[in-house]
């Protein structure tokens, strides 16, 4: 059989099989429709507070330390040092940063300043650096391609101002533009003209969770690198989704598909002088986030004096410098999981799966930002709901997440009119951009099955769009991040 050659299919085959097995798996518990539906209504239909536990279908919520776990990863857990200070996996996760992002993000503070700050999760890393920028003045905007809401809601307690530029190309449901995360720079320019003086840091999230999911090309991360280093100004990432965005890179960027996904991966983080990150995303752990910053990168440079100040908070926050707000046996388990994350047989198939359930949707007819994103697919509510009568006022993103989940058992989170809406102090509805239902797809829990069940459901749903009502808000609508809070009733 030396003609063997001739069987083989390049690749089209071979990676629609996954590359891990099961190791372990979970059983659900039995749940009807009924005990669904008067759980959901005992919870005011917001799906935050259903219970995990009787979600029979995908739990699409959020990707956000919902990973499963690699047995590697089990395994190290046991290896868990939780000694006060210095613990062994402080030093392994030190060289894992410095081999992925780079040597200068992670000092050795026997030697140099600390520059890399481990918390408990993204958010407290975000609040430590905003609480430390917002010291530099009133008035004081920071502009990204799209905020995630717990960092615009970090900002805002600092009395800062977020600013979202969303790139055109966003809203454009005809543009097959693969980088629809990008930040509008013409925008950026004008903003920073307007507030001159008064951006203490540009940042970018990549992949641009609020912005669909979609990601960020390598030639706007150096675009805005310019622009904000001509004006003197620290740029930082927001990194949750880093490996994602390099496989996007990799697969859809001119110059870079002979390029592996560590050295792409490199390359982004050299054009920025820090970053925060959630690793219960691209860290593939149920917990951990960080601040880094770059040695002798612009930050570093300009407010030297804040990292004392960061230090400070993270001590009397979070834990001592060596874990931060993370109990040993995580950190190694995030060691672990940086290196499955930027392997490539991780990352085909994990963003191939994602993609692929938006393709069972588009195949359905249901209206979703497209190209598909790394984490999630993105369903357009007003396009959903276009040519019935649900006004914008009606919040129809929740109607629909209550009932995908009370009928088919499935959860998926609406990130659009209500979570990122807010009131006048008249109390009239300001409405954001963007209007979408998430289905996050956790790493390396479901299969293609699962997925298209969803899609299914999404479909039956769809199909009777005409008959679904809004809802009212009973409490909780003038909070800030009141997606978590509200409760609401069907009209
Ligand atoms: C999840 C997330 C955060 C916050 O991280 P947590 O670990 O959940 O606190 C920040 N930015 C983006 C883009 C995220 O997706």
């Not at 930082?236 to 050295?263: H, M, P, Q, T, V």
């Not at 752990?285 to 960080?290: D, L, Q, R, V, Y």
């Not at 359930?357 to 359905?364: L, N, P, S, V, Y």
């Not at 809004?470 to 009733?489: D, M, Q, T, W, Y």
């Amino acid at each position: 059989m030396d003609n063997w050659r001739i069987f083989k299919d390049e690749n089209s085959l071979e990676y629609k099989v996954r590359p891990y097995f099961n190791h372990s798996v979970e059983f659900k518990k039995h749940c009807s429709v009924e005990e669904r539906m008067k759980t959901l209504e005992e919870v005011g239909w917001n799906v935050f507070f259903y219970p995990a536990e009787m979600v029979t279908g995908c739990d699409l919520l959020s990707d956000s330390g919902t990973t499963t776990m690699t047995n590697q990863q089990w395994a190290s857990m046991h290896y868990g040092d939780e000694s006060y200070g210095g613990n062994k996996g402080y030093f392994l996760l030190r060289d894992k940063i410095k081999s992925i992002f780079g040597d200068d993000y992670f000092n050795d503070i026997s030697i140099n300043k600390p520059n890399a700050f481990i918390f408990h999760q993204g958010r407290s890393a975000e609040y430590a650096l905003f609480a430390s920028v917002g010291q530099l003045g009133q008035g004081l905007v920071i502009p990204s391609n799209g905020h995630f809401d717990t960092t615009k809601a970090n900002i805002e307690i600092n009395n800062i101002s977020p600013i979202n530029l969303f790139s055109k190309d966003l809203r454009n449901n005809e543009s097959t533009f693969p980088f629809k995360g990008n930040m509008d720079t013409d925008k950026l320019k004008s903003i920073l003209i307007e507030n001159l003086g008064k951006v203490p840091v540009i940042y970018l999230t990549v992949t641009n969770n609020t912005g669909g999911g979609q990601p960020v090309s390598m030639q706007n991360i150096k675009e805005v690198a310019k622009i904000s280093h001509t004006n003197n100004i620290p740029f930082f990432l927001d990194a949750c989704r880093f490996a994602e965005n390099a496989w996007f890179i990799k697969n859809f960027e001119e110059g870079y598909k002979e390029k592996s996904i560590k050295d792409i991966v490199k390359e982004m983080f050299s054009y920025v002088d820090g970053f925060t990150v959630s690793f219960k995303k691209d860290g593939l752990s149920n917990m951990g986030g960080g601040l880094f910053i770059k040695q002798g990168g612009l930050f570093y440079e300009k407010h030297s004096n804040f990292l004392d100040d960061i230090t400070n908070y993270q001590i009397g926050r979070e834990g001592n410098p060596s874990y931060g707000g993370m109990s040993g046996r995580d950190i190694m388990s995030l060691v672990e999981g940086l290196d499955t994350v930027v392997s490539e047989d991780y990352l085909n198939y994990r963003v191939r799966q994602v993609q692929e359930f938006g393709d069972a949707m588009t195949k359905r007819g249901i209206p979703i930002l497209t190209p598909v994103g790394g984490h999630a697919v993105y369903m357009d509510v007003d396009r959903f709901f276009e040519g019935t009568d649900m006004k914008p006022e009606n919040f129809g993103g929740i109607s629909f997440t209550a009932l995908l989940l009370g009928l088919y058992g499935h959860r998926a989170c609406e990130l659009g009119h209500f979570a990122f809406g807010s009131l006048t102090k008249d109390g009239k509805d300001i409405f954001p951009d963007v209007n979408f239902v998430r289905f996050a797809v956790p790493r390396l829990r479901y299969e293609k099955d699962d997925l298209e069940s969803v899609a299914e459901s999404v479909k039956c749903l769809y199909d009777n769009r005409d008959l679904i009502s809004g809802v009212n808000v009973i409490s909780g609508k003038e909070l800030p991040l009141r997606h978590f809070k509200a409760r609401f009733v069907f009209k």
